[in-house]
């Protein structure tokens, strides 16, 4: 039977994904004000218009989930909505007077800066509408994917989605210590630097992978031991805090070091400088709009970046 994609429609798809996220036709009506039998009549249609089965018994016998056919569909929902919503962001900009709105996708490390990139973009052309939307890594590169941002700005670009990427600036990494931590002057003690618990966001970050790299690198294979925390902001309060050193992005701990709160360790080949990349999906084509913030932020050569550390 063939698919018959013009007879979707939207309810349908928000019928879909409120099963996904609930785990049951109960709880998706209830999330869109519907009945039960309202959301098994749209998810019908749904099947029978794409002649599939989208939603299966979940495998606990509890409730319902989507078949591999349903995920798949929900990412395109997933999509049309974040298209509906970059959609109306835009007539809304272009209703108060504005040329348009554009989405910048920022990693949580570059938090720190982001608003002062928003900022110089919007005393550059106060007719473009910068919308700043801030995540993890993970968050970002989903992102990207789906076209939720127009552009993204992270520290290393990812395989997948092919992407096209420019540097933008440098990215300094190093070890910090609360100040007047033994190490601090005597940092080519690599079995105290070793005996040290090393403070650090989740496996997979991009931080975590170049500390392991580098401590790697440097230890020809000492075993150590790391304390594992969810931000930024919670590793410098434990390490000024005294429960290890951290090896962060520098611009993370400006104020810090300017203030002496924390301390750099110089460790060898610190600080490791890496770069900040802006990032846009490969496979689409971007609007002009995009384009021309693309550019005016490449001409910028980090002037948006703090500048960590003394000359």
């Known amino acids: ?32 004000n519907l009945t039960t039998p309202a959301i098994h009549t749209q998810i019908k249609g749904l099947e029978d218009a794409i002649g599939m089965k989208l939603i299966q018994r979940a495998v606990d016998g509890a409730g319902s989930e989507l078949t591999e056919a349903g995920k798949a569909l929900r990412e395109t929902a997933l999509r049309i909505e974040d298209n509906l919503s970059q959609a109306e962001a835009t007539l809304s900009a272009i209703a108060r007077g504005q040329v348009g709105r554009i989405t910048l996708g920022v990693v949580s490390t570059g938090k720190y800066f982001a608003p002062r990139l928003v900022k110089m973009l919007q005393d550059a052309h106060p007719e473009i509408e910068v919308a700043l939307r801030v995540g993890n890594r993970s968050a970002i590169i989903e992102g990207i994917e789906r076209g939720s941002f127009d552009i993204a700005v992270m520290g290393r670009p990812p395989r997948h989605p092919p992407v096209v990427a420019e540097p933008i600036g440098q990215h300094p990494h190093a070890l910090v210590a609360p100040l007047g931590h033994p190490l601090i002057a005597k940092a080519d003690d690599l079995e105290q630097l070793f005996g040290e618990t090393f403070i650090s966001r ?43 050193i951290a090896f962060l992005s520098l611009h993370t701990v400006t104020d810090e070091l300017e203030t002496g709160r924390l301390a750099l360790i110089p460790a060898p080949g610190l600080p490791l400088m ?6 846009r999906r490969e496979s689409e084509r971007p609007r002009e709009l995009a384009l021309r913030v693309w550019d005016e932020i490449v001409e910028m050569n980090g002037a948006f970046l703090p500048h960590p550390i003394p000359d």
Do not use: C
């Open 274 to 279: 890496r770069h900040w990349f802006l990032v």
């Open 202 to 244: 989740e496996e997979g970050s991009g931080t975590r992978i170049l500390m392991s790299r580098w401590l790697d690198r440097v230890g020809d294979g000492r075993l150590y031991d790391t304390l594992e925390m969810d931000s930024n902001e919670t590793i410098k309060q434990a390490v000024m805090a005294g429960l290890g």
């Open 1 to 32: 039977m063939p698919m018959r994609m013009n007879a979707v429609t939207l309810k349908q798809l928000r019928a879909l994904d409120a099963v996904a996220r609930g785990g049951s036709l109960t709880a998706a009506g209830e999330s869109l």
